[in-house]
């Protein structure tokens, strides 16, 4: 093994010092909203900054987990995730394979996807067609308006063009129709790209909040995020919670609630993430470069 030099030691520490000090940069603000939803009143109230309570109290977990309306969003926004994730992946799966077939109109409907790109309706336009076809105050309006990505799209197509065309044609010649070869050979092959944009997708509707805001009426069909910026930016949490049996008296202080329910509609998609690690880097790098 070759002896490493003076440089190469000097570099390698400062390296890790750096993304020592990144790291720590990046872990500061999590740490603090931990801290500061399980510290007390008291501890709350003698510190400005506050990385480790003095003394552990539930009093915010117990007020938010004790809401109806934040456990009624919390459902919500896995439905919409969920269901929202599984449409996504079916349009997206299935348009980009449709656009590696030698189908009538291909280059019209791939130059399509490619100009919604780099031009978009607006909101205005996007909320008369949502208007118009119904979806006001449903929670279809928080998926249907984004079932595809044209990014995630045309990365999947790739991802399709780099499977051999070997393989397709042995199952032609064995009787498949396209649906068959799509369902019994395509997708199986495709399970770290599905995995990626799946993550990708349910990330997006987790952590979506405006469409909420804009195209739902009725606060019982809020997800978190709706309550969350309630809680947060609007600063009411006693209003976005819609009551509590607990007494005013015994009401913990808003910032406590409002860390406690960022570390709640946080930890859920976090939790996500290590099933699907593994496919995670090889999806996102299969479809880049057609082999």
């Known amino acids: 093994m070759a002896k490493r030099s003076t440089g190469s030691k000097v570099f390698d520490t400062l390296n890790s010092f750096l993304l020592l000090l990144v790291a720590a940069v990046m872990i500061f ?16 109230l003698e510190n400005d900054i506050i990385l480790w309570p003095k003394e552990w109290v539930t009093d915010a977990y117990e007020y938010i987990l004790g809401s109806k309306a934040f456990i009624r969003s919390l459902f919500v926004t896995v439905y919409v995730t969920v269901v929202g994730t599984a449409v996504n992946l079916f349009f997206t799966s299935t348009m980009g394979y449709a656009l590696t077939r030698n189908v009538t109109g ?7 996807v490619l100009f919604t790109l780099l031009f978009s309706a607006g909101m205005i336009p996007t909320y008369i067609v949502v208007k118009e076809t119904f979806l006001i105050n449903t929670l279809w309006a928080l998926i249907l308006p984004i079932a595809i990505s044209p990014f995630n799209l045309i990365v999947m197509r790739q991802f399709f063009l780099s499977i051999p065309e ?12 396209e649906i068959q070869i799509f369902s019994k050979i395509i997708l199986p092959l495709s399970k770290p790209a599905l995995a990626a ?11 979506n909040y405006f ?3 804009l195209y739902l009426n009725d606060p019982a ?15 009411e949490p006693n209003a976005a919670l819609g009551g509590h049996e607990m ?4 009401l913990p202080p808003p910032e406590t609630i409002q860390m406690a329910a960022i570390l ?13 690690q593994k496919h995670f880097a090889k999806g996102v790098m299969l479809g880049s470069v057609k082999g």
């Open 247 to 250: 007494s005013l008296e015994a």
């Open 106 to 112: 291909q280059r019209t409907i791939l130059f399509l």
């Open 211 to 213: 469409a909420g805001v």
């Open 197 to 207: 944009f799946g993550l990708f997708y349910a990330v997006g509707h987790w952590n």
């Open 264 to 276: 709640l509609a946080t930890l859920p998609i976090l939790l996500v993430y290590p099933f699907l």
């Open 166 to 177: 070997e393989l397709k044609e042995a199952a032609l010649i064995d009787g498949a129709n």
């Open 29 to 44: 603000p999590f740490l603090y909203v931990f801290s500061v939803s399980f510290s007390s009143v008291s501890d709350f």
């Open 221 to 235: 069909k809020w997800p978190i995020q709706v309550i969350l910026r309630q809680i947060v930016i609007v600063n």
